[in-house]
């Protein structure tokens, strides 16, 4: 091999194959860049083959007999007698469940889920066969039968200005910094301007919020960076960061403050979390700096994190007024919505997996020219995994735009993994018995969030958690193992 360093980067290489003249990587856990990228001239030279032996990577010259067959994708296979995992089988386990018994643990979940699912329409719904273009609308009436409550109701409890509160009083509890408005020019008169300071009032970095939904505006919600931190000549020598966050909520009618569901909320302290990554970063290099170099499967862990905050009943209780009353959300109303959080959440686990799984096959070791298409190759992975299966007709990787044009090509998974990673950094927390801890607050402002991409991220998780990642924390946040 003629970089022995490749060899350190092993400790979680997975398996490495060629396709077409290219080589991809891929790791377990957190990549490096998705996958080190494909490869491009002059960047991340590989001339060896890994696979997995016993739990460890083993490496294979490519130009040697010993070395897995390409159509072995889906089957386990032996390589001079030692049993060596199948692609597929590695995936799935490095997706979520860590043994065979656990994926099978997981997906009687899904299946318990479909089953009650198809009681329900027949015995409710007077749908003999529940079809998969039925389980949208079954599902929701399950949904209302179970719990009872309506988004609306709940919508008319989240006004603006105090969730905006909320917010901010859990950014500045949480890693000690003060957030005041400020001013800028702007390019509609709904975007408000921010700033947040350290204690002692230096600024730290500022912020744009543009809320409301424009008939020009771009749809969805995102964040965006304006100004990245960084070391200049001028000043004092560093430039502050500046950050956009854009979401496409209704905007105030009838003189009354917006209301926004909780779903929105959600979306706010997402997008909140990315902004945070940006603008609390403490490193000067404009290539790593805030969200700069930060792995694609490890960017989602800072905002994902924040969600959890929209689950504690002492943020939910500070941050309503109903729009007419001004009384707080009722504890009665939010424990159904808690208990709502994890309705389904075996069936949406093994449909991301199945999406992640489609999506790594796919850009691994898939051949256009070859026997097996693409659909036969989606057929596959939902064998294993899916429990709901859709009509031969239907054509669903034609619009999965996410790994054709949304940047998620063999990085699919990245939004379960980043689930892992902030419900595991959420549990350090709960361990201690206090959402704004504020020893752990600042461990994870100087471990995780201040450190941008100025090391691997795993390296960031290990600072902070003093381990590895477990799923543990996101099963149980799922309800899929006991609290």
Known sequence: MKDESLKARAEDLF??????????????????????????EGEWEFDAFVTLRAGQPVFFDP?????????DLFVDTEL????????????????????????????????????????????????????????????????????????????????????????????????????????????????????????????????????????????????????????????????????YLNCNFSRPVGGKPATFSHDDVITLFHETGHGLHHLLTQVDELGVSGIHGVEWDAVERPSQFMENYC?????????????????????????????????????????????????????????PAGKVSVLDLLATVRREVAVIVPPEWHRFPNSFSHIFAGGYGAGYFSYKWAEVLSADCYATFEEVGNPFDPATGQRFLKEIIAAGGARPALENFRAFRGRDPQVDALLRHSGMIPA
């Open 311 to 367: 689950w504690e009943w002492s943020v939910v209780q500070q941050m309503t007024a109903h729009v007419d009353t001004g009384e707080p959300l009722p504890r009665e109303l939010f424990d159904k919505m808690l208990s709502a959080k994890n309705f389904q959440s075996g069936m949406q686990t093994v449909r991301q997996l199945e999406f992640s799984l489609f999506d790594l096959l796919l850009h691994s070791d898939f051949d």
């Open 15 to 40: 398996v490495v194959h060629q396709l077409k003249g290219r080589e991809v990587c891929t790791r377990l856990g957190i990549s490096e860049r998705t996958f080190y990228n494909w490869k491009k």
């Open 80 to 243: 001079n007698g030692i049993k060596v995992k199948s692609v597929l089988q590695i995936y799935k386990e490095a997706a979520f469940a860590r043994t065979p018994a656990e994926w099978a643990d997981m997906a009687g979940l899904a299946e318990k889920d479909i089953a009650e699912l198809r009681e329900f329409s027949k015995q409710e719904l007077g749908l003999e066969t529940l079809e998969p273009w039925d389980v949208g609308f079954a599902s929701e009436k399950l949904l209302q039968a179970r719990y009872a409550f309506s988004e609306q109701e709940v919508k008319r409890y989240f006004t603006e200005d105090k969730v905006l509160g909320g917010l901010f009083h859990v950014v500045e509890t949480l890693f000690g910094v003060r957030l005041k408005p400020d001013t800028a020019p702007v390019w509609h008169e709904d975007v408000r301007f921010f700033r947040i300071e350290s204690p002692d009032g230096a600024l730290i970095g500022q912020f744009y919020i543009d809320l409301y939904a424009r008939e020009t505006k771009r749809g969805g919600a995102w964040m965006d960076e304006a100004i990245t931190r960084r070391r200049v000549s001028k000043g004092d020598g560093i430039q502050k960061p500046v950050a």
């Open 63 to 71: 130009n040697s007999e010993d070395k897995p067959e390409t159509g």
